[in-house]
Structures are given as C-alpha cells and as structure tokens.
C-alpha cells in the first residue's frame, strides 16, 4: 500500500510540474507562437475551455497572430479571456471572423508584469503540491491502512512521503526561478 501511495504522489506530482511548464509556455518576451496561447482559458457556454478549442491559431509574425473563429458568437468571450489573462496582450477584433492578437512592445514594466504572472503560476502549483501531500497524509493518518500496523511504520510512510514532497517542491522551484530568470 505504502509502495502505491509513493506511485501514485509522485505520477500527481509529475502532473503538477507538467501543468506549471504548460502554463509558462504562455509567458515569453517579445515572441509570440501558437502555444503561447492555445490554453488560455476561455469562458464559453458554462464552462471554461481553452483557446485551442474554438479557433485555428495562424502565426503572422513574432508579435502578431491571428485567430480564426470556430464559431462568430466566440468573439467577444476569447476578447475577454486575453484580458483576463493577465499576459498583456491586445486582442483586436477585425470581424466575425477572425481576432489579432499582439504582443505588447518589450518594456520594463512588461518585463516585471510577465514576472509577477510567472510567480503566481508558481506559487498555485506550490500549494497544489502542499493540497496533495496533506490529502496523502491524512489518509495514513486517518484511515488506518492495514499495512500500517504500528505508529513507527506510519512515521516512516509518512517520511517517505515528506521526502517525495521535497524533491517535487524542489523541481518547482528550480521551474519557477529558471523561468522568471528567462524573462529577465
């Protein structure tokens, strides 16, 4: 059981670092690609869905792209997701069609803009992190798993797990410092 608990945190951690790296693919200075942008979230119907869902992605040039619309009424939801987005990009719309997307000029303060995304970013995957290991925890200490006869064997389980912990908050940091170095 003990073996399963220590598969199944560290294939969730692998999950959390994989989201975080998906998320930085829209942070980047100066240049503009389809994958910047494909999944940012979209507010559409009731729910959320990602960008790439409802339009075809044409690259123009490194600050320019072009989204061709799926569906017209979409418009006026994916302008409203880039500006909910925080990234700084303008998104322009030229008919029922079709929206331009631009990068903003490179300045200072959008250098310190996109940091800051970075860091928030971050910071949801730390505590997506903190969330699992407790919800592991207290299923050791809560739950008494039929393994875990003694309190020693659950004291272990629970390093074993603290030491998991670690070496994933450790991965996200280095993610998250080389990330916000990048942007410098």
């Known amino acids: 059981m003990i073996k399963k608990l220590l ?17 930085f693919l829209q942070i ?22 990602p960008l790439i869902k409802l339009v075809r992605i044409e690259m123009l ?3 320019t792209l072009k989204l061709i619309l799926h569906d017209p009424k979409s418009a006026s939801s994916i ?19 079709q929206i331009l ?22 910071y949801q995957a ?21 393994e875990l006869t003694s309190d020693d064997m659950r004291h272990r389980a629970k390093q074993s797990i603290e ?3 670690k070496v994933s908050k450790k991965e996200l940091e280095d993610t998250i410092e080389k990330k916000c170095k990048d942007l410098k």
């Open 79 to 97: 302008i409203e997701g880039f500006e909910k987005s925080d990234l700084g990009y303008t998104a322009d719309a030229q008919n029922n069609t």
């Open 163 to 165: 030491d998991q912990v």
């Open 101 to 122: 997307i631009k990068a903003p000029t490179i300045t200072e303060e959008y250098k310190q803009q996109l940091q800051k995304a970075c860091k928030t970013f971050g």
């Open 61 to 63: 040039d490194q600050r």
């Open 7 to 23: 598969e199944e945190l560290k294939a969730d951690c692998e999950k959390i670092l994989k989201s975080l790296q998906e998320q």
């Open 126 to 146: 730390i505590l997506s992190l903190q969330e699992l290991r407790n919800s592991i925890i207290d299923r050791i200490t809560k739950k008494k798993i039929a």
């Open 28 to 49: 980047s200075v100066g240049k503009l690609t389809p994958d910047t942008v494909k999944n940012i979230k979209i507010k559409f119907g009731n729910g959320y869905c």
